[in-house]
T-cell receptor, first 112, second 114 residues
Framework: GESVGLHLPTLSVQEGDNSIINCAYS??????FIWYKQESGKGPQFIID?????DKRQGQRVTVLLNKTVKHLSLQIAATQPGDSAVYFC???????????FGTGTRLLVSP | DGGITQSPKYLFRKEGQNVTLSCEQN?????MYWYRQDPGQGLRLIYY???????QKGDIAEGYSVSREKKESFPLTVTSAQKNPTAFYLC?????????????FGDGTRLSIL
């Protein structure tokens, strides 16, 4: 079946560095992806999305890159801040059905 | 402010008891979802509703029930048939049920067994 997953369970960075969080997917027909941020004890918060007709999309301090050839997307956070510490996960569509499949998440730890 | 409200934040269930988790949205979204989140796992879909008075089972519906009598509300009942109910439950909504629409989440209900 379809899968959406993340490469690393934990990523540690220093404050001010750029962070890159990766996600791989298996369904080549997937045409839409979302990145979420989840802080402890809270629900996932929408960060940014991207459709398959784009390779790159930028938001405030965040950039998502989509490589359809290798079925990989990444979330880049510029000038990482302590408030960025959270679990980040990607989501993509499930083939033949109107629902999303969620990855397991990468925990981003930002140290001062 | 528009959003999704889940209540209660914490809930305890006794053996043999049914409990109901509330989810209300004022975003005027047609579609609503219930997920279960366990440590180290991705979100798993319990039930979803594409429109009022309609709902379908997700991947792990056994031991759960839902209703969708109003557009704004999608309560989830965890029945005594659910033998491992301890988890973080998340409700979400989206403009439509198409998988190319973002889902927006509430802040969850943590259910534990007494």
């Amino acid at each position: 079946g379809e899968s959406v997953g993340l490469h690393l369970p934990t990523l540690s960075v220093q404050e001010g560095d750029n962070s890159i969080i990766n996600c791989a997917y298996s369904n080549s027909a997937s045409d839409y992806f979302i990145w979420y941020k989840q802080e402890s004890g809270k629900g996932p918060q929408f960060i940014i999305d991207i459709r398959s007709n784009m390779d790159k999309r930028q938001g405030q301090r965040v950039t998502v890159l989509l490589n359809k050839t290798v079925k990989h997307l990444s979330l880049q956070i510029a000038a990482t801040q302590p408030g960025d510490s959270a679990v980040y996960f990607c989501a993509g569509p499930h083939t033949g059905f109107q629902k999303l499949v969620f990855g397991t998440g990468t925990r981003l730890l930002v140290s001062p | 402010d528009g959003g999704i409200t889940q209540s209660p934040k914490y809930l305890f269930r006794k053996e043999g008891q049914n409990v109901t988790l509330s989810c209300e949205q004022n975003l005027n979204h047609d579609a609503m979802y219930w997920y279960r989140q366990d440590p180290g796992q991705g979100l798993r879909l319990i039930y979803y509703s594409q429109i009022v008075n309609d709902f379908q089972k997700g991947d792990i519906a056994e031991g759960y029930s839902v209703s969708r009598e109003k557009k704004e509300s999608f309560p989830l009942t965890v029945t005594s048939a659910q033998k491992n109910p301890t988890a973080f439950y998340l409700c979400a909504s989206s403009i439509s049920s198409h998988s190319n629409q973002p889902q927006h989440f509430g802040d969850g209900t943590r259910l534990s067994i007494l």
